[in-house]
Protein backbone atom coordinates (compact mmCIF):
# COMPACT_ATOMS: atom_id res chain seq x y z
CA UNK A 1 0.00 0.00 0.00
CA UNK A 2 1.21 3.47 -1.23
CA UNK A 3 1.74 5.60 2.16
CA UNK A 4 -1.39 7.65 2.42
CA UNK A 5 -1.09 11.74 2.07
CA UNK A 6 -2.69 13.43 5.22
CA UNK A 7 -4.49 16.66 5.73
CA UNK A 8 -4.74 17.80 8.90
CA UNK A 9 -7.79 21.05 9.59
CA UNK A 10 -6.65 23.58 11.89
CA UNK A 11 -7.90 26.71 9.68
CA UNK A 12 -11.30 27.24 11.95
CA UNK A 13 -11.02 29.94 14.26
CA UNK A 14 -12.27 28.03 17.05
CA UNK A 15 -14.34 30.94 18.77
CA UNK A 16 -16.03 28.53 20.89
CA UNK A 17 -12.57 28.45 23.04
CA UNK A 18 -12.92 32.11 23.74
CA UNK A 19 -9.37 32.95 23.44
CA UNK A 20 -7.12 34.93 21.56
CA UNK A 21 -4.60 31.64 20.62
CA UNK A 22 -5.84 29.66 17.67
CA UNK A 23 -7.51 26.60 19.44
CA UNK A 24 -4.84 24.15 17.79
CA UNK A 25 -2.18 25.98 19.71
CA UNK A 26 -3.78 25.76 22.88
CA UNK A 27 -1.51 23.13 25.28
CA UNK A 28 -2.00 19.50 25.79
CA UNK A 29 0.07 17.64 27.69
CA UNK A 30 3.21 20.18 26.98
CA UNK A 31 2.48 20.33 22.87
CA UNK A 32 0.03 22.05 21.17
CA UNK A 33 -3.26 20.38 19.88
CA UNK A 34 -2.56 20.30 16.53
CA UNK A 35 1.01 18.46 17.09
CA UNK A 36 -0.89 14.83 18.61
CA UNK A 37 -2.67 14.31 15.04
CA UNK A 38 0.17 14.70 13.64
CA UNK A 39 2.32 12.64 15.54
CA UNK A 40 -0.24 9.93 15.22
CA UNK A 41 -0.29 10.49 11.48
CA UNK A 42 3.30 10.04 11.04
CA UNK A 43 3.30 6.89 13.93
CA UNK A 44 0.88 5.48 11.05
CA UNK A 45 3.41 5.38 8.59
CA UNK A 46 1.99 8.32 6.84
CA UNK A 47 3.32 9.85 3.70
CA UNK A 48 3.36 13.74 3.18
CA UNK A 49 1.67 15.22 6.29
CA UNK A 50 -0.06 18.36 5.67
CA UNK A 51 -1.73 21.17 8.08
CA UNK A 52 -3.64 23.33 6.72
CA UNK A 53 -3.67 26.91 8.75
CA UNK A 54 -5.22 29.98 8.59
CA UNK A 55 -3.23 33.24 6.60
CA UNK A 56 -1.35 34.36 9.38
CA UNK A 57 0.61 31.34 9.75
CA UNK A 58 0.98 31.23 12.99
CA UNK A 59 0.73 27.44 13.26
CA UNK A 60 4.28 27.09 11.97
CA UNK A 61 6.03 27.53 15.62
CA UNK A 62 3.78 24.67 16.99
CA UNK A 63 4.31 22.09 14.32
CA UNK A 64 7.39 19.76 13.08
CA UNK A 65 9.32 20.89 10.74
CA UNK A 66 8.61 18.33 7.62
CA UNK A 67 5.02 19.17 7.89
CA UNK A 68 3.68 21.56 4.90
CA UNK A 69 1.58 23.99 5.28
CA UNK A 70 -1.52 25.00 3.21
CA UNK A 71 -3.46 27.89 3.73
CA UNK A 72 -6.88 29.04 3.55
CA UNK A 73 -7.48 31.68 2.73
CA UNK A 74 -11.29 32.60 4.51
CA UNK A 75 -12.64 29.89 7.36
CA UNK A 76 -15.53 28.90 5.14
CA UNK A 77 -15.78 25.47 6.55
CA UNK A 78 -14.15 22.22 6.85
CA UNK A 79 -14.85 21.35 3.07
CA UNK A 80 -12.59 24.85 2.13
CA UNK A 81 -9.93 23.82 4.30
CA UNK A 82 -9.42 20.36 2.71
CA UNK A 83 -10.01 22.09 -0.74
CA UNK A 84 -6.90 24.32 0.33
CA UNK A 85 -5.04 21.38 0.65
CA UNK A 86 -6.22 19.68 -3.15
CA UNK A 87 -2.60 20.41 -4.57
CA UNK A 88 -1.01 17.88 -2.43
CA UNK A 89 -3.01 15.02 -3.20
CA UNK A 90 -1.58 13.14 -5.58
CA UNK A 91 -3.83 10.42 -6.97
CA UNK A 92 -3.46 7.84 -4.33
CA UNK A 93 -5.25 7.63 -0.53
CA UNK A 94 -5.90 11.30 1.68
CA UNK A 95 -6.34 10.69 5.18
CA UNK A 96 -8.34 13.60 6.44
CA UNK A 97 -8.24 14.30 10.54
CA UNK A 98 -9.63 17.48 12.11
CA UNK A 99 -6.94 19.34 14.18
CA UNK A 100 -8.99 19.35 17.19
CA UNK A 101 -8.88 15.66 17.74
CA UNK A 102 -6.33 14.72 19.40
CA UNK A 103 -6.09 11.53 21.15
CA UNK A 104 -6.57 9.54 18.15
CA UNK A 105 -3.97 7.09 18.08
CA UNK A 106 -1.40 5.45 15.33
CA UNK A 107 -2.94 1.95 15.74
CA UNK A 108 -6.46 3.64 14.64
CA UNK A 109 -5.18 5.16 12.18
CA UNK A 110 -3.86 2.55 10.66
CA UNK A 111 -6.87 -0.20 11.23
CA UNK A 112 -8.97 2.47 9.79
CA UNK A 113 -7.08 2.53 6.21
CA UNK A 114 -6.74 -1.18 6.53
CA UNK A 115 -10.41 -0.85 6.49
CA UNK A 116 -11.15 1.66 3.70
CA UNK A 117 -8.73 -0.80 1.48
CA UNK A 118 -10.23 -3.73 2.67
CA UNK A 119 -13.60 -2.65 1.47
CA UNK A 120 -12.72 -0.78 -1.87
CA UNK A 121 -14.26 2.14 -0.33
CA UNK A 122 -14.19 5.55 -1.97
CA UNK A 123 -14.66 7.13 1.25
CA UNK A 124 -14.47 5.71 4.92
CA UNK A 125 -15.36 7.57 7.95
CA UNK A 126 -14.64 6.95 11.34
CA UNK A 127 -17.86 6.69 13.62
CA UNK A 128 -18.19 6.11 17.34
CA UNK A 129 -21.41 5.73 19.62
CA UNK A 130 -21.89 8.50 22.49
CA UNK A 131 -24.42 8.43 25.63
CA UNK A 132 -24.62 12.57 24.79
CA UNK A 133 -23.94 13.11 21.06
CA UNK A 134 -24.86 17.07 20.71
CA UNK A 135 -22.17 19.07 18.62
CA UNK A 136 -20.85 16.42 16.57
CA UNK A 137 -22.28 15.44 12.94
CA UNK A 138 -25.11 12.58 12.91
CA UNK A 139 -24.57 9.24 10.88
CA UNK A 140 -27.79 8.70 8.91
CA UNK A 141 -27.78 5.02 7.43
CA UNK A 142 -30.43 3.97 4.43
CA UNK A 143 -31.23 0.51 4.13
CA UNK A 144 -28.58 -2.25 5.14
CA UNK A 145 -27.14 0.37 6.94
CA UNK A 146 -25.48 1.62 3.90
CA UNK A 147 -24.20 5.25 4.63
CA UNK A 148 -26.63 8.13 2.99
CA UNK A 149 -25.19 11.11 4.45
CA UNK A 150 -23.53 13.17 7.70
CA UNK A 151 -26.28 15.91 9.43
CA UNK A 152 -24.73 18.76 11.08
CA UNK A 153 -26.36 19.60 14.68
CA UNK A 154 -24.38 22.58 15.47
CA UNK A 155 -26.99 25.02 14.07
CA UNK A 156 -30.62 25.23 14.46
CA UNK A 157 -32.12 23.60 10.92
CA UNK A 158 -29.52 21.38 9.53
CA UNK A 159 -30.98 18.60 11.02
CA UNK A 160 -34.61 17.11 11.92
CA UNK A 161 -35.38 15.86 15.38
CA UNK A 162 -35.01 12.53 14.58
CA UNK A 163 -31.58 12.31 12.86
CA UNK A 164 -30.37 14.39 16.35
CA UNK A 165 -31.86 11.33 18.29
CA UNK A 166 -29.00 8.93 16.24
CA UNK A 167 -26.15 8.60 18.56
CA UNK A 168 -23.59 7.05 15.83
CA UNK A 169 -21.16 10.08 15.52
CA UNK A 170 -18.73 11.45 12.41
CA UNK A 171 -14.97 11.17 14.10
CA UNK A 172 -13.50 13.89 11.97
CA UNK A 173 -11.49 11.37 11.03
CA UNK A 174 -11.67 10.59 7.23
CA UNK A 175 -10.21 8.23 4.52
CA UNK A 176 -10.29 8.76 0.67
CA UNK A 177 -9.82 8.10 -2.46
CA UNK A 178 -8.31 11.25 -4.15
CA UNK A 179 -9.88 11.12 -7.71
CA UNK A 180 -13.64 11.15 -6.06
CA UNK A 181 -12.48 13.26 -3.50
CA UNK A 182 -11.40 15.80 -5.74
CA UNK A 183 -14.33 15.33 -7.58
CA UNK A 184 -17.15 16.02 -4.61
CA UNK A 185 -14.98 18.86 -3.66
CA UNK A 186 -15.43 20.95 -6.54
CA UNK A 187 -19.68 19.98 -6.20
CA UNK A 188 -19.95 20.87 -2.53
CA UNK A 189 -21.76 24.27 -1.82
CA UNK A 190 -22.72 26.52 1.03
CA UNK A 191 -26.21 25.55 1.04
CA UNK A 192 -26.78 25.02 4.57
CA UNK A 193 -27.78 26.27 8.09
CA UNK A 194 -23.92 28.39 8.61
CA UNK A 195 -23.36 29.35 4.66
CA UNK A 196 -20.17 26.77 4.94
CA UNK A 197 -18.25 24.32 2.52
CA UNK A 198 -19.07 21.31 5.59
CA UNK A 199 -16.40 18.21 4.37
CA UNK A 200 -18.99 15.95 5.58
CA UNK A 201 -21.26 16.81 2.27
CA UNK A 202 -18.67 14.97 0.48
CA UNK A 203 -19.76 11.76 2.07
CA UNK A 204 -23.62 12.69 0.39
CA UNK A 205 -22.19 13.65 -2.77
CA UNK A 206 -20.53 10.41 -2.96
CA UNK A 207 -23.10 8.28 -1.73
CA UNK A 208 -25.54 9.86 -4.07
CA UNK A 209 -23.12 9.21 -6.72
CA UNK A 210 -23.26 5.36 -5.61
CA UNK A 211 -19.63 5.40 -5.27
CA UNK A 212 -18.73 3.09 -1.78
CA UNK A 213 -18.67 4.64 1.23
CA UNK A 214 -17.69 2.69 4.59
CA UNK A 215 -17.99 3.96 8.08
CA UNK A 216 -16.15 2.00 10.73
CA UNK A 217 -17.52 2.16 14.29
CA UNK A 218 -14.65 2.82 17.17
CA UNK A 219 -15.60 0.91 19.59
CA UNK A 220 -13.04 3.07 22.19
CA UNK A 221 -15.19 6.58 21.63
CA UNK A 222 -12.47 8.35 23.91
CA UNK A 223 -9.87 8.27 20.72
CA UNK A 224 -11.56 10.60 18.91
CA UNK A 225 -13.32 13.01 21.10
CA UNK A 226 -13.20 16.60 19.92
CA UNK A 227 -12.27 19.90 21.44
CA UNK A 228 -14.51 22.59 20.74
CA UNK A 229 -14.34 24.29 24.39
CA UNK A 230 -12.17 24.32 27.07
CA UNK A 231 -14.49 22.08 29.38
CA UNK A 232 -13.77 19.13 26.18
CA UNK A 233 -10.05 20.48 26.12
CA UNK A 234 -9.72 19.49 30.22
CA UNK A 235 -11.46 16.07 29.96
CA UNK A 236 -9.39 15.51 26.69
CA UNK A 237 -6.19 16.64 28.88
CA UNK A 238 -7.56 14.05 31.60
CA UNK A 239 -7.44 11.38 29.18
CA UNK A 240 -3.99 12.67 27.31
CA UNK A 241 -2.47 12.50 30.68
CA UNK A 242 -3.66 9.04 32.17
CA UNK A 243 -2.63 7.32 28.57
CA UNK A 244 1.06 9.44 29.54
CA UNK A 245 1.25 7.87 32.97
CA UNK A 246 0.34 4.21 32.08
CA UNK A 247 2.81 4.40 29.60
CA UNK A 248 5.22 5.45 32.07
CA UNK A 249 4.12 2.62 34.49
CA UNK A 250 4.12 0.05 32.38
CA UNK A 251 7.92 0.57 31.38
CA UNK A 252 8.79 0.68 35.04
CA UNK A 253 8.56 3.96 36.43
CA UNK A 254 6.51 4.63 40.13
CA UNK A 255 3.47 7.12 39.98
CA UNK A 256 2.97 7.02 43.40
CA UNK A 257 -0.32 9.44 42.73
CA UNK A 258 -1.29 9.73 38.90
CA UNK A 259 -4.30 11.94 40.10
CA UNK A 260 -1.54 14.69 41.92
CA UNK A 261 1.31 14.28 38.97
CA UNK A 262 1.51 16.31 35.75
CA UNK A 263 4.12 14.59 33.11
CA UNK A 264 4.10 16.14 29.64
CA UNK A 265 4.09 14.42 26.85
CA UNK A 266 7.69 14.95 26.01
CA UNK A 267 9.38 13.46 29.78
CA UNK A 268 11.87 10.86 29.67
CA UNK A 269 11.86 8.47 32.69
CA UNK A 270 13.85 5.57 33.22
CA UNK A 271 12.46 2.53 35.02
CA UNK A 272 12.81 2.46 38.73
CA UNK A 273 12.51 6.25 38.91
CA UNK A 274 9.96 7.39 41.44
CA UNK A 275 7.68 10.39 41.27
CA UNK A 276 6.34 11.32 44.57
CA UNK A 277 2.63 13.00 45.09
CA UNK A 278 2.24 16.44 43.09
CA UNK A 279 4.47 16.63 41.53
CA UNK A 280 5.07 18.45 37.58
CA UNK A 281 7.29 17.02 35.10
CA UNK A 282 7.52 19.77 32.06
CA UNK A 283 8.91 20.11 28.49
CA UNK A 284 12.24 18.01 28.20
CA UNK A 285 12.79 16.57 31.40
CA UNK A 286 14.22 13.20 31.66
CA UNK A 287 15.48 11.67 34.86
CA UNK A 288 17.64 7.94 35.24
CA UNK A 289 17.02 5.16 37.62
CA UNK A 290 16.77 5.29 40.76
CA UNK A 291 15.52 8.86 40.70
CA UNK A 292 13.29 10.14 43.61
CA UNK A 293 10.83 12.79 41.90
CA UNK A 294 9.06 15.02 44.63
CA UNK A 295 6.55 15.36 46.54
CA UNK A 296 6.01 18.89 45.52
CA UNK A 297 8.57 19.58 43.01
CA UNK A 298 8.37 20.94 39.45
CA UNK A 299 10.66 19.80 36.87
CA UNK A 300 10.51 22.03 33.67
CA UNK A 301 13.55 21.13 30.70
CA UNK A 302 15.19 19.36 33.61
CA UNK A 303 17.96 16.65 32.55
CA UNK A 304 18.52 14.14 35.49
CA UNK A 305 20.96 11.58 36.03
CA UNK A 306 21.27 8.75 38.14
CA UNK A 307 20.20 8.46 41.87
CA UNK A 308 18.77 12.05 42.01
CA UNK A 309 16.61 13.01 44.90
CA UNK A 310 14.54 16.25 44.57
CA UNK A 311 11.83 16.56 47.29
CA UNK A 312 9.60 20.20 47.36
CA UNK A 313 11.59 22.03 44.84
CA UNK A 314 11.52 24.30 41.64
CA UNK A 315 13.62 23.70 38.80
CA UNK A 316 13.41 25.59 35.39
CA UNK A 317 15.93 24.74 33.11
CA UNK A 318 17.93 23.99 30.92
CA UNK A 319 19.32 22.20 33.89
CA UNK A 320 21.59 19.50 34.25
CA UNK A 321 21.87 17.16 37.20
CA UNK A 322 24.52 14.25 37.25
CA UNK A 323 24.21 11.34 39.34
CA UNK A 324 23.67 11.49 42.88
CA UNK A 325 22.76 14.11 43.20
CA UNK A 326 20.31 15.99 46.53
CA UNK A 327 18.38 18.87 45.50
CA UNK A 328 16.03 20.33 48.73
CA UNK A 329 13.73 19.96 50.10
CA UNK A 330 12.85 24.04 49.35
CA UNK A 331 15.67 24.40 46.48
CA UNK A 332 15.37 26.58 43.13
CA UNK A 333 17.16 25.77 40.27
CA UNK A 334 17.68 28.17 37.21
CA UNK A 335 18.29 27.92 33.68
CA UNK A 336 21.99 27.17 33.03
CA UNK A 337 22.96 25.21 35.79
CA UNK A 338 24.93 22.16 36.01
CA UNK A 339 25.43 20.14 39.32
CA UNK A 340 27.96 17.66 38.65
CA UNK A 341 28.04 13.69 40.03
CA UNK A 342 27.35 13.81 43.87
CA UNK A 343 27.16 17.41 44.79
CA UNK A 344 24.02 19.06 46.54
CA UNK A 345 22.04 21.61 46.62
CA UNK A 346 20.05 21.95 49.58
CA UNK A 347 17.40 24.04 51.17
CA UNK A 348 16.39 27.63 50.20
CA UNK A 349 18.82 27.83 48.01
CA UNK A 350 18.33 29.32 44.55
CA UNK A 351 21.54 28.65 41.77
CA UNK A 352 21.65 30.25 38.72
CA UNK A 353 23.80 29.68 35.70
CA UNK A 354 26.74 28.51 37.67
CA UNK A 355 28.61 24.90 37.72
CA UNK A 356 28.68 22.93 41.05
CA UNK A 357 31.55 20.47 40.97
CA UNK A 358 31.37 17.00 41.58
CA UNK A 359 31.08 16.42 44.96
CA UNK A 360 30.39 19.89 46.45
CA UNK A 361 28.16 21.06 48.33
CA UNK A 362 26.12 24.12 48.90
CA UNK A 363 23.70 23.08 51.75
CA UNK A 364 21.92 26.16 53.10
CA UNK A 365 20.28 29.81 52.56
CA UNK A 366 22.83 30.51 49.36
CA UNK A 367 22.54 32.19 46.42
CA UNK A 368 24.68 31.05 43.65
CA UNK A 369 24.63 33.02 40.55
CA UNK A 370 27.10 32.84 37.37
CA UNK A 371 29.57 31.09 39.64
CA UNK A 372 31.95 28.35 39.32
CA UNK A 373 32.22 26.09 42.36
CA UNK A 374 35.51 23.72 42.13
CA UNK A 375 35.01 20.09 43.17
CA UNK A 376 34.69 18.96 46.79
CA UNK A 377 34.31 22.20 47.99
CA UNK A 378 31.58 23.18 50.53
CA UNK A 379 29.78 26.77 50.62
CA UNK A 380 28.77 27.84 54.28
CA UNK A 381 25.03 28.61 54.86
CA UNK A 382 24.39 31.55 53.58
CA UNK A 383 27.24 32.14 51.10
CA UNK A 384 25.45 34.67 48.64
CA UNK A 385 27.40 35.78 44.97
CA UNK A 386 26.84 39.54 44.78
CA UNK A 387 27.08 39.00 40.55
CA UNK A 388 25.37 42.13 39.77
CA UNK A 389 26.94 45.48 40.01
CA UNK A 390 23.58 47.11 38.73
CA UNK A 391 24.61 46.99 35.29
CA UNK A 392 26.25 43.76 34.80
CA UNK A 393 26.62 40.52 35.88
CA UNK A 394 30.34 39.21 37.16
CA UNK A 395 31.37 35.54 37.43
CA UNK A 396 32.79 34.03 40.96
CA UNK A 397 35.55 31.34 41.01
CA UNK A 398 35.65 29.29 43.25
CA UNK A 399 38.46 26.39 43.20
CA UNK A 400 38.42 22.53 44.66
CA UNK A 401 38.26 21.89 48.18
CA UNK A 402 37.36 25.67 49.29
CA UNK A 403 35.33 26.12 52.26
CA UNK A 404 33.65 29.31 52.73
CA UNK A 405 32.68 30.59 56.02
CA UNK A 406 29.16 31.33 56.93
CA UNK A 407 27.87 34.57 55.32
CA UNK A 408 29.96 35.00 53.41
CA UNK A 409 29.53 37.44 50.31
CA UNK A 410 31.53 37.13 47.06
CA UNK A 411 31.70 40.56 45.10
CA UNK A 412 31.80 39.15 41.65
CA UNK A 413 34.26 39.45 40.12
CA UNK A 414 36.15 37.40 42.16
CA UNK A 415 38.44 34.18 42.57
CA UNK A 416 39.30 31.88 45.34
CA UNK A 417 41.81 29.30 44.83
CA UNK A 418 42.37 25.85 45.40
CA UNK A 419 42.06 24.79 49.13
CA UNK A 420 41.23 28.42 50.61
CA UNK A 421 39.11 29.44 53.53
CA UNK A 422 37.23 32.08 53.93
CA UNK A 423 35.94 33.21 57.60
CA UNK A 424 32.61 34.08 58.57
CA UNK A 425 30.78 36.70 57.68
CA UNK A 426 33.43 37.95 55.30
CA UNK A 427 32.60 40.21 52.15
CA UNK A 428 35.29 39.12 49.97
CA UNK A 429 36.37 41.71 47.10
CA UNK A 430 39.75 40.57 46.20
CA UNK A 431 40.92 37.45 44.62
CA UNK A 432 41.74 34.49 47.56
CA UNK A 433 45.04 32.38 46.61
CA UNK A 434 45.08 28.86 47.00
CA UNK A 435 45.27 27.80 50.90
CA UNK A 436 44.71 30.96 51.93
CA UNK A 437 42.05 32.33 54.57
CA UNK A 438 40.19 35.76 53.05
CA UNK A 439 38.94 37.28 56.26
CA UNK A 440 36.98 40.52 55.32
CA UNK A 441 34.89 42.01 58.08
CA UNK A 442 35.56 44.47 61.03
CA UNK A 443 37.26 43.14 64.16
CA UNK A 444 35.33 42.68 66.97
CA UNK A 445 35.48 45.29 70.23
CA UNK A 446 34.20 44.45 73.42
CA UNK A 447 32.84 47.18 75.95
CA UNK A 448 33.09 45.99 79.31
CA UNK A 449 30.92 47.19 81.66
CA UNK A 450 28.23 47.80 79.65
CA UNK A 451 25.38 46.29 81.44
CA UNK A 452 26.31 48.46 84.58
CA UNK A 453 26.57 52.07 82.65
CA UNK A 454 25.19 54.86 84.38
CA UNK A 455 20.98 55.82 83.72
CA UNK A 456 20.02 57.68 81.04
CA UNK A 457 19.27 61.29 82.24
CA UNK A 458 15.76 61.67 81.66
C1 LIG B 1 -16.79 18.58 12.61
C2 LIG B 1 -17.70 17.82 11.63
C3 LIG B 1 -18.68 16.99 12.43
C4 LIG B 1 -17.94 16.04 13.34
C5 LIG B 1 -16.93 16.79 14.22
C6 LIG B 1 -16.03 15.79 14.93
C7 LIG B 1 -17.89 19.28 9.67
C8 LIG B 1 -18.78 20.20 8.92
N1 LIG B 1 -18.40 18.78 10.81
O1 LIG B 1 -17.60 19.46 13.35
O2 LIG B 1 -19.50 16.24 11.53
O3 LIG B 1 -18.85 15.32 14.14
O4 LIG B 1 -16.09 17.65 13.43
O5 LIG B 1 -15.18 16.39 15.86
O6 LIG B 1 -16.80 18.99 9.23
N2 LIG B 1 -11.43 23.96 10.23
C9 LIG B 1 -10.70 24.52 9.21
N3 LIG B 1 -11.28 25.48 8.43
C10 LIG B 1 -12.56 25.89 8.60
C11 LIG B 1 -13.33 25.31 9.65
C12 LIG B 1 -12.72 24.33 10.43
O7 LIG B 1 -9.53 24.19 9.04
O8 LIG B 1 -13.01 26.76 7.84
C13 LIG B 1 -10.79 22.96 11.10
C14 LIG B 1 -10.80 23.37 12.56
O9 LIG B 1 -9.59 24.08 12.90
C15 LIG B 1 -10.91 22.04 13.29
C16 LIG B 1 -11.58 21.13 12.28
O10 LIG B 1 -11.51 21.76 11.03
O11 LIG B 1 -9.65 21.51 13.61
C17 LIG B 1 -13.06 20.87 12.65
O12 LIG B 1 -13.74 22.11 12.70
P1 LIG B 1 -14.88 22.41 13.77
O13 LIG B 1 -15.44 23.73 13.48
O14 LIG B 1 -14.38 22.15 15.13
O15 LIG B 1 -15.94 21.28 13.36
P2 LIG B 1 -17.03 20.63 14.30
O16 LIG B 1 -18.12 21.60 14.54
O17 LIG B 1 -16.39 20.04 15.49
CA1 LIG C 1 -14.49 20.26 16.39
Redo the contacts with the bound molecule.
Sequence with gaps: MNEPVVV???????T?MRSSV???LHDLCGRPL?AWPVAAAREAGAGRVVV???PDRALEPGLPEDVALAV?P????????VR?AADHFGDGTVLVL????PLVTAAALQALLASHAAARAAATLATMTLEDPS????VVRGPGGVVEQ?V???HPGDATEQQLAIRE????VYVFEAGPLRGALERLSTHNAQG??????VVALLAGDGAAVHAELLDDPTL?????DRVDLARVRALAQQRIHEAHMRAGVAIVDPGSTVIEAGVRLAADTVVEPSSFLRGGTSAGAGSRIGPLTTLIDATLGERVHVPHSYVQGPVEVRDDVTIGPFAYLRPGTVLRDGSKAGTFVEIKNSDVGEGAKVPHLSYVGDADVGARTNLGAATITANYDGRRKHRTTIGEGVRTGVDTTFVAPVTVGDGAYTAAGSVITKDVPPDALGIARARQSNIEGYAQRPPADD
Design positions: ILAAGQGRPKVVVGGQVADGTGGAANGDVGYGRIETKVNAGELYLTGLLGVN
